[in-house]
């Protein structure tokens, strides 16, 4: 097994990023209270054998999903999201007369905190449960500790009522999944897909029977009714690559797209055109922030470019919304993840 790899050495494979640091002066983005958390709601039946159980991550609706998806046997979960939630899951699922136990399979999309932190603990609760992961990923989820030391550095004492306790999912729990897997799962036949740009450690899942693609972040967010945005944290960001992913996964031709933030749509051909265009013009703006910085330090482009997001957003959307989307994206971030691929690349 690879061990950890350098890909989190020089950024927090996490998002929604918080601005926790001890430079933690950019737009707050943490929403101020949980006092307008919207009641409980029932998880939404998809179809084909797949339900969506809403954690209300951080007392908002619809930002994280938790796909379930029935199984000869039990039942496999796509990103089970954070061990924080986890409560909120176990409601979900006893809602539909499911319990934890009932868990065969977690197929993680990324390992992202927001996406993984609750395998472990489920694993633990399931022991007959696998957990399906990419290569790159794998070695974290067997040993946290790197990923938790870099994860503290930013989110300090806020680790554990964002993301709960990311408990090592056992190594014969583990499964890697390689590009153009198979994964056989109770009657279920899923095809696997490696998709970088989002994270190095990225798939997607396809499922022929029911046309159905859970992309994870490479469907960017889309939340309440508003448009499909990119998320676009440090440190794996690549454009060309996410553009590449996105053929892929249009390649499939599936009938409906499943990303984890949020929800079930069946337009994937403007839905991946208004990601791809968001995104170009997210790395533009980045890139000229980069050549134009006037003296400006990088927290203050940070904050410049979560306000012409937010600024954006909020012509079109409600201010209730436009913070949705900032709790499920945190734009800051994205700037650094975009900063640092045009780094890379010897731009700024
Ligand atoms: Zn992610």
């Known amino acids: 097994m690879i061990f950890a790899s350098d890909h989190f050495a020089a950024g927090v494979p996490a998002h929604p990023q918080v601005d926790a640091g001890p430079s933690g002066m950019d737009t707050p983005h943490m929403p101020k209270s949980q006092l307008s958390a919207p009641a409980a709601k029932a998880p939404t039946a998809i179809g084909g054998g797949a339900t969506i159980v809403d954690l209300r991550f951080q007392g908002h609706a619809s930002i994280i999903g938790v796909c379930v998806l029935e199984l000869e046997g039990g039942i496999a979960l796509v990103d089970p999201g954070p061990e924080a939630r986890l409560g909120e899951l176990t409601e979900g699922l006893a809602r539909i ?7 065969r399979a977690v197929l993680l999309t990324h390992i992202h905190l927001d996406h993984a932190t609750a395998a472990g603990a489920i694993a633990a609760r399931s022991p007959g449960a696998r957990v399906y992961v990419h290569g790159v990923g794998a ?20 680790m554990a009522t964002l993301w709960g306790r990311f408990v090592p999912v ?4 583990l499964r890697i999944v390689d590009d153009d897997d198979v994964v056989e799962l109770g009657g279920r036949s899923l095809e696997v897909a490696y998709l970088p740009g989002h994270a190095s450690h990225h798939v997607a899942y396809y499922e022929g029977a029911t046309g159905t693609a859970w ?16 998320v676009t944290p440090p440190p794996d960001i690549d454009v060309e690559l996410w553009r590449d992913s996105i053929a892929r996964v ?14 079930v749509y069946t337009d994937r051909a403007s839905h991946f055109g208004e990601l791809e265009e968001a995104l170009l013009d997210w790395s533009e703006w980045v890139r000229g922030s980069l050549a134009d910085a006037n003296g400006k330090s990088d927290r203050e ?10 600024d954006g957003l909020s012509e079109r959307l409600s201010s209730e919304l436009t913070e949705r989307y900032a709790t499920a994206s945190g734009f800051p971030d994205s700037w650094s993840g975009l900063a640092r691929y045009w780094r890379k690349r010897g731009k700024g």
């Open 97 to 103: 007369g499911r319990t934890l136990e009932d868990v």
């Open 139 to 158: 070695p974290h989820m067997a040993d946290p500790t790197r990923l938790l030391a870099s994860a503290e550095r930013i989110y300090g004492d806020r």
């Open 170 to 173: 056992p190594a014969e729990q």
């Open 215 to 230: 992309v994870g972040d490479v469907g960017g967010i889309r939340i309440g009714g508003g448009p499909p945005l990119p």
């Open 250 to 263: 249009m390649a499939w031709s599936p009938d409906r797209i499943v990303p984890t933030h949020f929800g």
């Open 301 to 310: 482009l940070r904050g410049d470019f979560a306000r012409w997001v937010e």
